[in-house]
């Protein structure tokens, strides 16, 4: 590729970080990314991209190339995504060295998973595309900036507007911040990259009354170590021993005085797979299980969450080779270090069940600064240094794919956005925006 990226990236890096900072200063939560968004339309505009800010959805801007291309060919077109909410916790001001270069000034509110860098990397790469020939660019890009993806599910609003705009897009590409790997490294690999999730907030309700005659109430904690003992044995009797499958029991909430038998208990948790098949069979024995243990215990079950199972995010084994390709030709075959599949889960895994597409991770640690604390961690910190390594491989990604235009074989899910929903035992995302 002729275009020096590396140089670009570089020169674009002080304008990322900038972005970068704003971002984490001012973090909003999932589906709830207002003055985010509006903040990244005055940036386009600056750079004079032009873009729709979907309601509830978030933007989706799109530079065009001019590159003649044959008739019997029509131009390629690649999305680019990055994502804009922030996590519901607090930071610690202080990373494993000392204080941090910035800090979140909302309250509760913060970037700890590190999409204030995954948006400044991409509006990078996007003020890099945008001021090349335009006959440099043989085909379109479509820059997405997705709201709520951790769980909010705004991707769904996307996919509606792409769809019902009969948009095409052929390929797509996003990255993930790593505070496990050195900043200048990547891990790139084909097949399942993110796992799916089944998601759960169930309440048992019991009948309360005084501790000193549990013979006249109906304790719901009873009922909860019930369930507990019999999902231990899911993963053993029920699922292939092939196939990964992890869950947690996030949170419980039951009574609050030590003589009082409470009539309420609430558990929330989530299962991780990458298998769906999995993901359904723990769901179908965790629905079992609830309601034997339930009629047991003369309990009643309310299910306020019971969601999945999701899809897992999996790498297109031609896109990743084409990711790997434009790194080693930016940074060299060194750089790359072997991808290992995460069970996180992520909203990108839409993405890839309608385009060939691939995840990759880029590394964020830095030992001599400190910054080594995982992500959803309030010790979360990257490299800033790193962000030029995001900016080029973005670029680099969307211009080699619109350049060699590979013919990927692919199936896509067969369904739109709704039936995708269904498919999923997902409910429609709630609605935040005025007139939306």
Do not use: W
Not at 91 to 114: D, F, I, L, W, Y
Not at 149 to 160: A, D, F, Q, R, S
Not at 225 to 232: E, I, S, T
Request: glycine content about 8%; overall charge negative; charged content about 25%.
């Amino acid at each position: 590729m002729s275009i020096d990226l590396v140089k670009l990236s570089e020169e674009t890096a002080p304008y990322a970080k900038e972005l970068r900072r704003h971002f984490h200063r001012h973090p909003e939560p999932t589906s709830k990314e207002f003055e985010t968004i509006r903040y990244i339309c005055a940036q386009l505009d600056t750079l004079g991209i032009p873009y729709v800010s979907i309601p509830d959805g978030g933007v989706l801007a799109e530079i065009r190339g001019s590159a003649e291309t044959p008739e019997d060919s029509p131009a390629p077109h690649v999305l680019l995504r990055a994502d804009c909410d922030a996590l519901s916790m607090d930071e610690n001001p202080e990373n494993g060295s000392g204080p941090r270069c910035c800090c979140s000034e909302t309250p509760g509110v913060a970037h700890m998973c590190g999409h204030d860098s995954h948006m400044a990397m991409l509006l990078g790469a996007a003020k890099i595309l945008a001021g090349l020939d335009p006959k440099l660019i043989k085909g379109t890009v479509y820059l997405l900036f997705e709201r709520g993806e951790e769980g909010g599910n705004c991707i769904y609003y996307v996919m509606k507007y792409i769809q019902t705009k009969k948009i095409s897009i052929d390929s797509c590409f996003a990255l993930h911040v790593d505070p496990e790997i050195p900043a200048g490294r990547y891990r790139i690999q084909d097949g399942p990259s993110h796992g799916g999730n089944v998601n759960f907030e169930i309440e048992l309700i019991g009948q309360g009354g005084h501790g000193s005659r549990p013979d006249l109430s109906n304790n719901p904690l009873d009922c909860f170590m019930a369930v507990m003992n019999q999902l231990k044995d899911v993963r053993l009797k029920y699922i292939s021993p092939k196939d990964l499958i992890t869950y947690n029991i996030g949170s419980v909430q039951c009574g609050h005085k030590r003589n009082i038998v409470p009539e309420r208990l609430e558990f929330k948790g989530t299962a991780r797979f990458f298998n769906p098949e999995a993901g359904r069979i723990f769901k179908e024995k965790l629905d079992a299980i609830i309601k034997t243990c339930a009629a047991l215990y003369d309990c009643r079950p309310v299910y306020h969450v019971f969601s999945g199972p999701s899809l897992s995010v999996v790498n297109n084994k031609e896109a990743a080779e084409l990711a790997a390709e434009a790194v080693s030709e930016l940074f060299g075959k060194e750089c790359i270090i072997p991808g290992q599949p995460e069970l996180g889960s992520e909203s990108f895994s839409t993405l890839t069940a309608y385009y060939p597409g691939v995840m990759i991770r880029v590394g964020v640690r830095n030992e001599e600064k400190g910054i080594t604390a995982a992500l959803h961690n309030p010790g979360f910190d990257l490299d800033e240094d790193a962000l030029k390594y995001g900016i080029a491989v973005h670029a680099a990604y969307a211009l080699k794919y619109l350049e060699k235009k590979p013919d990927i074989k692919f199936k896509p899910f067969s369904g739109d956005a709704d039936e995708l929903l269904r498919y999923t035992s997902r409910p429609v995302p709630p609605r935040y925006d005025q007139g939306a």
